[in-house]
């Protein structure tokens, strides 16, 4: 008798959670346009948001946008992928060969940490301005992640797993390709989805320091032109950027380890 | 038993530091060969001798202060701030279904996006930069704290409950400790953060702390100081982790031993 009433009760309820799960987003943007407007601050310190996304509009038909958020994307993804590259290759090397290990294993311990965004200026010193350097300064500051989780996930790989294909007449090669590699991909997926957000904040700040064309590079002349709009639009637009390529690696790892348990579980990002 | 023991260890320390010593050594000739520049490279011994004089004249000592407090400030206000969230957020759904969708929103977005705006709010002094820190670090700290609180144990609660604690003793006993395994993690990566955001900042926008004066060493061609202080913010930031990784190991056992 009751199970329409329950029914609309569950429905008004969820209703309820959803309206509030996007109250804040809402009275985030609502509030900046309403304090923007109010004449509390100046049009300086924070322009409105129909303000800023009237820039991007502008900034998009003229095309500067798509320039510079290409420019931006190819080189963190590009740093990216020669570090994701690298570090696993240098990670196997490492679990392999103990000289290997020997030599690097202090080096990668000690570099891990260390705040690598300052050896910035020694990389303009060395390679100039341009995308060379703004690359290799991504790839300095992401690799260590890479590393670091694929010596940890070869490590951490069930002896029994790699004895058995042996025994089964595997060879080295295969064990690596067929064995070692698939078993350790869950901990090498999370070195990647540290080393995304690394590369992009990296790039960022590269394109801040040393000028020229890409997001960063756009905000900082913004700034310099006292063009608050601008540098707004560049966090709308760097903020975008960010959310895609962290939900598309998300995304990616749940596609690679749909045969692992891991993708049963409920995810929290 | 123990001097073998113990020389082992030195054996141990010993061999995992050469390749660091081949490294050093390795720079050190091939600035004094003149494999490359020695405006690129100055050599090493030339760095350290640059080191001891900025120490001498202070000028290390004031920016490294300036820098440190920076930091410092913006990574305690999110310490406090962040935690605060994440144990709210565990603890009443309202706070959870209003904050996790911008907690969402804003963990992907480069932090570093935020070093004009912070400038054009605050100005070229400390405030910017313990703001830019403040921001950026608190959202790891936050998902660090809530991911720990909203993990304890639902027996514990139960039956702290059935005993008739009260919610604030609850929180207290039951939710904060079992939050501060992943909170200390969280903290972690946003030690990291505070660095990198600090010498980002300080590299393209200031007037004092270490990222300035690499800026300012760097134009005037002053490279073997510059490398002093870009290795000086290196070290630090590896010990600042190291340090840490200490202090949350000692946390962690005594919150085993308190329990």
């Known amino acids: 008798m ?35 407007k109010s004449g509390a601050v100046t049009t300086f310190v924070l322009p409105p948001l129909s303000l800023v996304l009237e820039r991007i ?49 202090p080096i990668i311990s000690v570099g891990f940490p260390m705040p690598k965004i300052a050896f910035l200026p020694v990389v303009i010193l060395w ?24 010596v940890i996930g070869i490590r951490g790989v069930e002896r029994e797993l790699i004895w058995s294909a042996r025994n089964m007449g595997a060879s080295n090669r295969e064990v690596m390709w067929q064995v070692v590699l ?14 995304l957000p690394i590369a992009l904040i990296v790039t960022i700040v590269a394109e801040m320091m040393m000028g020229g064309y890409g997001l960063g590079g756009a905000m900082m002349s913004a700034s310099r032109f006292a063009q608050s709009p601008g540098v707004f639009a560049g966090i709308v637009e760097i903020a975008v950027v960010g959310f895609v390529l962290v939900k598309g690696m998300a995304l990616i790892r749940r596609r690679a380890l749909a045969w692992h348990p891991e993708a049963m579980e409920p995810s929290t990002v | 038993m123990m001097v073998p023991r113990a020389q082992a260890r030195v054996m141990t320390a010993l061999s995992r530091a050469l390749p660091l010593v081949l490294l050093a050594l390795l720079w050190e ?67 959870n279904a209003l904050l996790n969708p911008l907690v969402e929103l804003f963990y992907p977005v480069p932090k570093s996006a935020l070093i004009p705006v912070t400038v054009i709010w605050l100005g070229f002094g400390d405030g910017s930069k313990i703001l830019l820190i403040f921001l950026g670090c608190m959202i790891p700290i936050t998902i660090g704290a809530y991911n720990g609180a909203r993990s304890s144990d639902r027996a514990l609660v139960w039956s702290a409950r059935s005993m008739g ?39 393209i926008v200031a007037r004092a702390g270490f990222g300035y004066l690499i800026g300012f060493l760097g134009a005037n061609g002053s490279y073997d100081a510059m490398y002093a202080v870009v290795l000086t913010v290196a070290f630090l930031g590896f010990a600042a982790d190291r340090l840490y990784q200490m202090f949350m190991n000692w946390m962690l056992q005594w919150r085993e031993q308190a329990t």
């Open chain 1, 127 to 150: 390679l100039g301005l341009y995308d060379v350097a703004k690359i290799s300064m991504v790839v300095l500051d992401a690799i260590f992640p890479v590393v670091t989780a694929t």
């Open chain 2, 165 to 203: 604690a009260s919610r604030a003793r609850m929180l207290l006993d039951v939710v904060v400790p079992s939050a501060l395994p992943e909170l200390l993690n969280g903290i972690r990566t946003a030690l990291a953060l505070a660095f990198i955001l600090l010498v980002s900042s300080e590299l």
């Open chain 2, 29 to 95: 000739a091939a600035a004094r060969f003149e494999w490359v520049s020695a405006s690129a490279l100055p050599p090493l011994s030339d760095v350290v001798r640059a080191w001891v004089d900025m120490i001498a004249s202070g000028e290390l000592v004031t920016n490294g202060l300036a820098s440190l407090w920076r930091a410092g400030a913006g990574l305690a206000l999110s310490i406090v701030v962040g935690a605060a969230l994440g144990i709210a957020m565990a603890w009443w759904r309202p706070v």
């Open chain 1, 2 to 36: 009751s199970a329409p009433h329950d029914r609309a009760a569950r429905l008004l309820n969820a209703a309820g959670w959803l309206a509030l799960r996007s109250a804040g987003i809402v009275a985030l943007l609502v509030g900046w346009e309403v304090a923007a």
């Open chain 1, 182 to 195: 698939p078993a350790a991909l869950p901990q090498i997926l999370t070195g990647l989805q540290v080393a």
């Open chain 1, 57 to 105: 509009w502008g900034d998009a038909v003229s095309g500067e946008l798509w320039l510079n958020t290409g420019l931006t994307l190819y080189r963190a993804l590009v740093g990216f992928a020669i570090a994701a590259l690298g570090g696993i290759v240098l990670g196997v090397a490492m679990s392999r060969n103990v000289a290997v290990n020997w030599l690097f294993d």
